[in-house]
């Protein structure tokens, strides 16, 4: 029994929390609209109904109440059920200026977070969803894993920041998509590590989950590395940095993601390496692309992957593909006989060039797997060759990021064939520096009015039918003028990209705020 004055009355309730702790109603209403239960719309209570919290990205389900709501005061405490989600609890409490409490029983002014095996209220519920619940003066975060108790803090952060208060009420909220990320191109412009892990910061505020590094190209390789140190560049990240960035990340519930990107873009090994230099039949090298009938660029490659795959622990790994300028060229045959050759050799008579490219990326996936059995593989969509005597791995997922190459697959392509993809669209997702070769600066406003995570490619949505093959999306700064954009100037122009993007990976709905609005929220919230 709970009793609560409210403008002069005294109104006893009795009830259970969400996950059957105690204290408050059930049911979730649909789209986020506010429907206050029945026992919180008495005529006593002078409260006005709640509304949604104000956040980036929006919540995805409001059971809107009458109450004051829930804001940061002097006494309040937070407290933890379990001594796993310390972190997320010690976090919020400098971040609301509260006093971290660990375990014990929550009284008024209190954040509480603690993990249930139904996370938030069904057995359905994912490792990234939550329930926040704000009544009697107290708000309790819920999810089944640290995760979704971590994001239900962010959207409790992002609540106060906006309007100072916690609205009372339910709160039932999980992604859309589970893959949600950033990519970064370290190698052609190198990044400060101060810089990279405010950027981590940034993307955990906003319930991102990836954030990929792209570290070897032909300007630069931009990690310190053992087992080839000839390669490393001047500027580059100690070790120690990486591990810095890693453990933050981590923290934040962030996969780092490493890409080193062959059989193209490996400049920097080349320099060291001059012997792999891919030659055509002229004698004029191709820049960035290494001789794959030479059976020491997959292993200079492979060592690099054995070693890096300690330094980033994580789930997945990058693999790159893309571009190898061999094929790029209207008659890679002719111009490059000695790769006709081993790929006929290797495959017999019908064989070509993609055959050895396509053999190149499942080598590397398998160098992978080796190092790490449960790695998961990613590569670009332009280094998947279809029609030939080798088929790409089927459990690589795809990173899909332009249609302009030559003999160019469209995404649905990739998705009849079962494929999980990952939308990278460079029509609206690439802000590359300098915007060279037709790349224009994408805007936030484009990418929150326009579009989704099933347009892949150009601006056409592929069907519904393959939504569920599409695992998210991620927003990505490509150096490729890297002296275009000082560090400053690349972290304030991807600001409202980087918000558009997130909210239309969290959210399937259509946007309620106008996009002014939307800007607006994002001043207020960080």
């Known amino acids: ?44 209570v002078a409260y006005p109904v709640s509304k949604a919290p104000r956040t980036i990205p929006s919540v995805r389900n409001h059971e809107a109440a009458r109450g004051p709501g829930w804001k940061p005061s002097d006494d309040g405490r937070v407290l933890v059920s379990d001594p796993g989600l310390a972190d997320e609890g010690k976090l919020l409490a400098r971040e609301l200026k509260l006093r971290y409490a660990g375990k014990g029983g929550a009284r008024q002014g209190d954040v509480e977070l603690a993990l249930t095996s139904g996370g938030g209220g069904s057995e359905k519920a994912g490792a990234e969803s939550y329930t926040m619940t704000v009544r ?5 975060i819920t999810g089944r894993a640290q995760a979704g108790v971590f994001y239900g803090t962010r959207t409790l952060k992002q609540s106060v920041r906006a ?6 009420g339910v709160v039932r909220d999980e992604p859309a998509k589970p893959q949600r990320g950033f990519m970064l191109d370290i190698a052609r412009k190198p990044y400060d590590a101060g810089w990279i892990e405010d950027r981590v ?39 120690a940095q990486v591990r810095s960035i890693v453990k933050l990340a981590t923290g934040l519930h ?48 492979d060592d690099l992957t054995r070693e890096y795959v300690k330094l980033f622990p994580g789930a997945y790994w990058n693999l790159g593909a893309d571009e190898y300028q061999a094929l790029v060229v209207s008659h890679p045959e002719a111009s490059f006989p000695q790769l006709a050759a081993a790929a006929r050799k290797k495959y017999g008579q019908g064989a070509t060039i993609k055959d050895l490219a396509m053999s190149w990326l499942n080598d590397r996936a398998d160098a992978v797997r080796e190092a790490d059995p449960k790695r998961v593989v990613k590569a670009w969509n ?19 990021w332009t249609g302009k190459e030559i003999g160019a697959r469209g995404p649905e392509e990739y998705l009849r064939e079962g494929r999980e993809v990952l939308n990278y669209n460079d029509e609206y997702m690439y802000y590359v520096l300098g915007q060279p070769n037709t790349f224009t600066y994408p805007t936030g406003q484009r990418i929150y009015e326009q579009w989704t995570p099933r347009v892949i490619r150009g601006t056409k949505a592929v069907p519904a039918s393959y939504d569920k093959l599409i695992l998210g999306g991620s927003f990505a700064v490509w150096g490729d003028l890297a002296q275009a954009q000082t560090q400053d100037q690349v972290a304030d122009g991807i600001r409202m990209p980087l918000r558009a993007t997130v909210e239309k990976l969290w959210n399937p709905d259509k946007p309620t705020l106008s996009w002014a609005e939307f800007v607006s929220l994002a001043k207020r919230t960080g």
Request: charged fraction near 20%; avoid cysteine.
């Open 136 to 140: 009697e003066g107290r708000v309790r």
């Open 163 to 168: 309007d100072g208060v916690m609205p009372e």
């Open 1 to 44: 029994m709970a009793a609560v004055v409210v403008a002069g009355a005294v109104v006893a309730t009795v009830a259970l929390w969400p996950d059957g702790s105690g204290g408050g109603s059930g049911s979730a209403s649909d789209g986020g609209s506010a429907k206050p239960s029945a026992e919180s719309s008495s005529p006593s």
């Open 254 to 301: 962030i996969t780092v993601i490493p890409e080193i990107d062959s059989p193209g873009h490996l400049g920097a090994v080349i320099a060291a390496h001059p012997g792999l230099q891919l030659k055509n039949t002229s004698g004029a090298a191709t820049r960035g692309a290494v001789d794959i009938s030479e059976a020491e660029a997959g292993s200079i490659v």
């Open 201 to 239: 910061r940034e993307l955990a505020d906003l319930k991102y989950n990836q954030l990929g590094l792209h570290f070897s190209d032909d300007q630069g390789f931009r990690i310190a590395s053992d087992s080839h140190p000839e390669i490393v560049s001047r500027e580059h990240l100690t070790k």
């Open 382 to 400: 332009d280094g998947f060759f279809a029609g030939g005597a080798v088929k790409g791995d089927k459990d690589v997922e795809v990173g899909y």
